[in-house]
């Protein structure tokens, strides 16, 4: 069918995916605007035309995107290489067609040159229109697939650079130099969420860059927005004298809460394009959680550095403590020692008193003196040769008298009698005597106690630890790598641990639930002192206990045996 026919009245639809696309016709011929306007129309396409070229360039500079220029090459005033020049300096992915009576190689040569798809000698048939409008149109998406391609490659790029950044100010510049370099603008901002009513901390660039009052309340709107917002005819931002009225805000957003907001302002019209948009809206999804990144992670850092301060100030706490009540202490214990010994009767019972009150003073601080040389990593082992169940038996035979006032009893389960290693005998005393009173402690009037040591292989450490979870705490692990452990067991059938409170027990000043109560006395040091001497003998400590059923508290060493 040539071009001078009425196209057939049976529509050939476009190819799936192009069938919306807009076609813009222009030829100073109205019969060929017409008759292509109304072939194009038949096949699905919407389609605008002209017959001047300064209607054309309106239409083309205007809101509505065309897909695909139909121009002929020589019209009055400006060609039509010239008019797709201009086309795709707006658009580079723009389709086009040339129309021509006279298909010289110049004419190739130079449609070629300016990137036209494709080019139609007149007098040409409706399906030849049709197939070069569709093959054109494949091509734009081709085109515009790849560039969408290097867009998400770039975005990639992108978020790689921003999400190592935790420094929260400096990935707010960083944020906003990617997303200049994604979408070239005048002013850009990052506007980080603040209160109701007012915004939080700005950062632009160039740094002279100004948010005015409208640019302010864009980006408390970008909050409640899903995507995008578009700008124009408001004075958003302002660099130095000129003022910029279009722009696009992007929410930035983490886990579906609002942690700022992206502008970007510029007089260019490109700026409100929707591929532009899809751009920012990519960079704004990574953004967002990086900056939520940063901003937990300075939380995290301050809270850090107050509980620095906090161990700083316990340590502090403990060196001046135990100097001050050394000196006095031992005055009270020898001017008591004293009375008792020249005392009778309720004279000596109630100087016995005080001295016993007076030397449990003297462990908590003897407890204080070894927890601060820890701390200083002035505590130094001593190993020699002792029979393990030895140690157990002194351990057991010292808090003998303090069982016998609640009328407890402390059973020894002892497997092997000749285990012996090279140890600190004094530091594994005070583990076994801490671990031996706490259970005396914890525990009722007539409960039975037991004490008792086992060689174990490794695996059947963590099988006891780990079946126990999680209703169980490890403290120093290690390096588990030993093949036999001695295993040292305190069981007691006190009150237990509750599962919230098993992580703390072995930090300093931690006091379990009720023992703030006289029944319970102490200041929370004797477990931080176990875990510390316990791990500082290459050994490990871990405690298995439910609320109302008793507690397991056990302390391993290694040693070398392949038995």
């Not at 016709?25 to 292509?36: A, I, K, L």
């Not at 316990?314 to 135990?322: G, H, P, R, T």
């Not at 016995?352 to 601060?372: F, N």
Request: aromatic residues 4%; hydrophobic residues 45%.
């Amino acid at each position: 069918m040539s071009m001078s026919q009425e196209p057939s009245p049976t529509p050939q639809p476009a190819s799936a995916g192009i069938s919306s696309a807009s076609i813009l016709v222009v030829d100073d011929d109205p019969t060929t605007c017409t008759f292509c306007a109304r072939a194009l129309s038949v096949s699905g396409y919407t389609v605008s035309s002209a017959t001047e070229v300064d209607d054309a360039l309106a239409i083309l500079r205007g809101p509505q995107p065309v897909d695909l220029l139909l121009a002929d090459i020589q019209m009055p005033g400006l060609s039509g290489l010239e008019l797709a020049q201009i086309a795709r300096e707006g658009d580079p992915a723009i389709a086009i067609i040339i129309m021509t009576g006279h298909a010289t190689l110049d004419a190739v040569h130079q449609t070629a040159r300016r990137g036209v798809a494709d080019f139609l000698i007149k007098p040409f048939e409706l399906d030849e229109l049709r197939t070069a409008v569709d093959q054109a149109l494949h091509k734009r998406q081709l085109l515009q697939e790849r560039v969408r391609l290097r867009a998400i490659e770039k975005i990639l790029l992108s978020s790689q650079a921003i999400n190592v950044i935790l420094d929260l100010d400096q990935l707010c510049r960083v944020i906003i130099d990617r997303a200049c370099d994604h979408v070239p603008c005048d002013a850009a901002f990052l506007v980080l969420s603040g209160t109701a009513d007012q915004i939080g901390q700005v950062i632009a660039t160039p740094d002279g860059a100004e948010l005015l009052p409208a640019g302010e309340s864009a980006a408390r709107d970008a909050g409640r927005a899903s995507g995008p917002l578009t700008h124009a005819g408001e004075r958003l931002a302002r660099i130095g004298d000129r003022a910029i009225s279009t722009g696009v805000t992007v929410p930035l957003r983490a886990q579906g809460q609002a942690v700022g907001a992206l502008i970007l302002c510029s007089e260019q019209p490109d700026l409100l394009a929707p591929s532009t948009q899809d751009t920012l809206a990519l960079l704004a999804n990574q953004a967002g959680t990086a900056l939520r990144n940063a901003q937990l992670y300075g939380e995290l850092q301050v809270a850090y550095h107050s509980l620095r301060e906090l161990d700083r100030l316990k340590s502090e706490f403990l060196a001046i403590a135990s100097h001050e009540l050394r000196s006095p202490l031992s005055i009270v214990l020898g001017y008591t020692k004293m009375v008792r010994d020249r005392g009778d009767g309720e004279q000596r019972e109630f100087s016995q008193r005080a001295l016993d009150s007076a030397e449990q003073i003297k462990a908590i601080v003897d407890t204080m003196v070894r927890l601060r040389h820890a701390d200083l990593n002035q505590l130094t082992l001593s190993p020699e040769p002792w029979p393990i169940a030895a140690l157990i038996r002194q351990a057991v035979e010292r808090l003998t008298p303090t069982a016998d006032l609640k009328r407890q009893q402390v059973e020894l389960l002892i497997s092997d009698e000749s285990l012996t290693l090279p140890v600190d005998r004094e530091k594994v005393l005070l583990v076994l005597g801490n671990l031996i009173d706490n259970a005396i402690k914890f525990s009722a009037e007539g409960a039975v106690i037991q004490v008792g040591l086992a060689s174990w292989h490794h695996e059947r450490i963590l099988a006891a630890a780990g079946a126990a979870v999680p209703n169980v705490t490890i403290r120093g692990l290690g390096a588990l790598s030993e093949s036999r452990w001695a295993v040292m067991r305190v069981v007691d059938p006190g009150v237990g641990i509750s599962r919230e409170q098993q992580p703390q027990i072995f930090d300093r000043f931690y006091q379990i639930a009720g023992s703030l109560t006289r029944s319970h006395g102490g200041p929370g040091l004797g477990l931080a002192l176990v875990a510390d001497l316990a791990t500082l003998q290459g050994g490990i400590v871990w405690v298995e206990s439910a609320e109302g059923k008793g507690s397991i508290f056990s302390f391993a060493l290694p040693y070398l045996q392949s038995a």
